[in-house]
């Protein structure tokens, strides 16, 4: 690689600047700014990895960058009200506008905890108003999206408060996201985007105070695209193989340690498992050590690696027969519980 070449005299430093600012690794991030081939951007990416700016490659190659070089995520002052009125305005904008590239409405309670009405929210008429002017507006931005959002509110009978003119931040939030309009029919694609707005919504539990709450896996992925299993003993009993409680709480770790919002998404998507078992092998998941049961309601078993051990090790440990999601990853264990 020939740093003259790309028109950086210190490629090393340039690239550190660039992952910095963006607070993301990744071989394609350098491709794009610096216009490298694959193989030149991968012995970048090792040369950054030995001056100690980013890690060894974790579960499916995802590096991160070292804890020197990580922005704090939490913000060192809690936000003012109309500062959270606006990031709600922004964030609802956002859903709707990928809903209606999507072809889809977009679900409801998603809508209502994204908006800045909460459980007042109207989210049919919210759900209407941007629809409508995507419907009809020549360019379909985001911004457009969000200036009909951000218009329609102060009209709203729930009372918005009033938090003057809202269009200024609300374009730099728009223009950061900086990508165009476009009718989305892939159905891996719409599963990738759904990983990832669950994503975007955990980061702000630690960005903006918004209450956890372990409804949102269900409110922002469709049933459809969380991968099922199958139990042995027969249905009766929804089980998220990785309990919901523990893996937002270790997604909110990973947001700590710096991980973006696409390594999240994907960790989750790994981690979405559902298996039906019957209520009994439920209550023996959740039942204490000393009632004779497994002590696993909301966590996993010590010692357990997210994104590196076995998914199904709860149900393992439980001795749960079961059949793997057949689009999910396979149980990785020497285990004959699912033979």
Not at 59 to 77: G, I, S, V, W
């Given at each position: 690689?020939?740093?003259?070449?790309?028109?950086?005299?210190?490629?090393?430093?340039?690239?550190?600047?660039?992952?910095?600012?963006?607070?993301?690794?990744?071989?394609?991030?350098?491709?794009?700014?610096?216009?490298?081939?694959?193989?030149?951007?991968?012995?970048?990416?090792?040369?950054?990895?030995?001056?100690?700016?980013?890690?060894?490659?974790?579960?499916?190659?995802?590096?991160?960058?070292?804890?020197?070089?990580?922005?704090?995520?939490?913000?060192?002052?809690?936000?003012?009200?109309?500062?959270?009125?606006?990031?709600?305005?922004?964030?609802?904008?956002?859903?709707?506008?990928?809903?209606?590239e999507e072809?889809?409405?977009?679900?409801?309670?998603?809508?209502?905890?994204?908006?800045?009405?909460?459980?007042?929210?109207?989210?049919?008429?919210?759900?209407?108003?941007v629809?409508?002017?995507?419907?009809?507006?020549?360019?379909?931005?985001?911004?457009?999206?969000?200036?009909?959002?951000?218009?329609?509110?102060?009209?709203?009978r729930?009372?918005?408060?009033?938090?003057?003119?809202?269009?200024?931040?609300?374009t730099?939030?728009?223009?950061?996201?900086?990508?165009?309009?476009?009718?989305?029919?892939?159905?891996?694609?719409?599963?990738?985007?759904s990983?990832?707005?669950?994503?975007?919504?955990?980061?702000?539990?630690?960005?903006?105070?918004?209450?956890?709450?372990?409804?949102?896996?269900?409110?922002?992925?469709?049933?459809?695209?969380?991968?099922?299993?199958?139990?042995?003993?027969?249905?009766?009993?929804?089980?998220?193989?990785?309990?919901?409680?523990?893996?937002?709480?270790?997604?909110?770790?990973?947001?700590?340690?710096?991980?973006s919002?696409?390594?999240?998404?994907?960790?989750?998507?790994?981690?979405?498992?559902?298996?039906?078992?019957?209520?009994?092998?439920?209550?023996?998941l959740?039942?204490?050590?000393?009632?004779?049961?497994?002590?696993?309601?909301?966590?996993?078993?010590?010692?357990?690696?997210?994104?590196?051990?076995?998914?199904?090790?709860?149900?393992?440990?439980?001795?749960?027969?079961?059949?793997?999601?057949?689009?999910?990853?396979?149980?990785?264990?020497?285990?004959?519980?699912?033979?």
């Amino acid at each position: 690689m020939n740093e003259a070449s790309t028109g950086y005299p210190d490629l090393v430093a340039a690239a550190t600047a660039v992952l910095v600012a963006e607070q993301s690794v990744s071989i394609a991030l350098l491709q794009r700014k610096f216009r490298l081939d694959y193989n030149d951007a991968l012995s970048l990416m090792d040369t950054l990895e030995k001056r100690g700016v980013v890690s060894a490659p974790h579960f499916n190659h995802l590096r991160t960058l070292t804890p020197a070089y990580m922005k704090p995520l939490a913000t060192t002052q809690a936000l003012s009200e109309r500062e959270k009125h606006i990031r709600r305005v922004f964030e609802t904008a956002l859903f709707l506008w990928e809903a209606h590239e999507e072809g889809q409405g977009g679900n409801t309670k998603a809508i209502r905890i994204l908006s800045p009405h909460g459980n007042k929210a109207n989210t049919r008429q919210q759900r209407n108003v941007v629809f409508a002017t995507l419907d009809h507006a020549q360019h379909r931005s985001l911004l457009t999206a969000a200036s009909a959002l951000a218009n329609w509110l102060p009209h709203d009978r729930q009372g918005t408060v009033d938090h003057g003119d809202i269009m200024d931040e609300l374009t730099v939030l728009c223009l950061v996201e900086n990508r165009g309009y476009q009718r989305i029919t892939d159905r891996e694609e719409k599963i990738e985007r759904s990983y990832v707005r669950l994503a975007r919504y955990i980061r702000r539990i630690l960005t903006e105070g918004t209450p956890p709450n372990t409804e949102i896996f269900l409110h922002f992925i469709p049933n459809e695209f969380v991968p099922r299993g199958k139990g042995k003993d027969g249905p009766g009993w929804e089980e998220h193989v990785v309990p919901r409680k523990y893996l937002l709480q270790t997604c909110l770790e990973l947001f700590k340690a710096g991980w973006s919002v696409q390594e999240v998404a994907r960790t989750l998507r790994l981690s979405l498992v559902v298996v039906p078992i019957t209520a009994v092998q439920s209550g023996l998941l959740d039942s204490s050590l000393g009632n004779g049961g497994s002590g696993l309601k909301e966590t996993m078993p010590d010692g357990w690696r997210i994104g590196i051990d076995c998914i199904y090790a709860r149900l393992h440990r439980a001795n749960i027969g079961f059949e793997p999601a057949s689009e999910a990853a396979n149980c990785t264990c020497l285990h004959d519980s699912h033979a």
